[in-house]
């Protein structure tokens, strides 16, 4: 059995840069960083960021083109791939890339560098969720239905 599976949640580096292929499926190319956090065996702070290439084809791509720009959270699940090709002076080149499936916005910085804005209720379901109130009357096991 084999698995390419990539999940990443990170920040946009650049903005989504959105073309059509020739049959008219959008696709969108974007970069995505992603840091890792640790200490060192002398207990000092590390930290190190990886850059992904990322792809994403049809509605998604043009999803991600309308709402998503430098700086904006994502969450991409996808798989890995390797492209390569000649460039113009015959020089083989190399590219890999997470082809998504799937992708989600992430949460909005303060700011609002994320191309989307969250409901104005939100707060106020959240102070809702905050208290629960449940009956004073006993549960009769006898009355649940399975």
Same mark, same amino acid.
């Given at each position: 059995?084999?698995?390419?599976?990539?999940?990443?949640?990170?920040?946009?580096?650049?903005?989504?840069?959105?073309?059509?292929?020739?049959? *008219?499926?959008?696709?969108?190319?974007? *970069?995505?960083?992603?840091?890792?956090?640790?200490?060192?065996? &002398?207990?000092?702070?590390?930290?190190?960021?990886?850059?992904? &290439?990322?792809?994403? $084809? *049809?509605?998604?791509?043009?999803?991600?083109?309308?709402?998503?720009?430098?700086?904006?959270?994502?969450?991409?699940?996808?798989?890995?791939?390797?492209?390569?090709?000649?460039?113009?002076?015959?020089?083989?080149?190399?590219?890999?890339?997470?082809?998504?499936?799937?992708?989600?916005?992430?949460?909005?910085?303060?700011?609002?560098?994320?191309?989307?804005?969250?409901?104005?209720? +939100?707060?106020?379901?959240?102070?809702?969720?905050?208290?629960? +109130?449940?009956?004073?009357?006993?549960?009769?096991?006898?009355?649940?239905? $399975?």
């Amino acid at each position: 059995m084999y698995l390419n599976k990539a999940i990443i949640i990170g920040n946009l580096t650049r903005d989504p840069e959105v073309k059509a292929l020739p049959s *008219g499926i959008k696709v969108a190319s974007f *970069g995505v960083a992603t840091n890792r956090v640790w200490k060192d065996k &002398n207990g000092v702070k590390q930290e190190n960021v990886d850059f992904h &290439n990322i792809v994403v $084809f *049809g509605r998604q791509a043009e999803i991600v083109g309308q709402y998503m720009k430098k700086g904006s959270s994502i969450l991409v699940e996808g798989r890995m791939q390797t492209r390569s090709w000649d460039d113009a002076a015959g020089v083989k080149k190399y590219r890999t890339e997470i082809v998504a499936d799937r992708i989600q916005f992430g949460p909005r910085r303060e700011g609002g560098t994320s191309g989307y804005t969250a409901p104005a209720a +939100e707060d106020d379901n959240k102070k809702a969720m905050d208290t629960i +109130e449940y009956p004073e009357e006993e549960i009769n096991p006898e009355d649940i239905p $399975f």
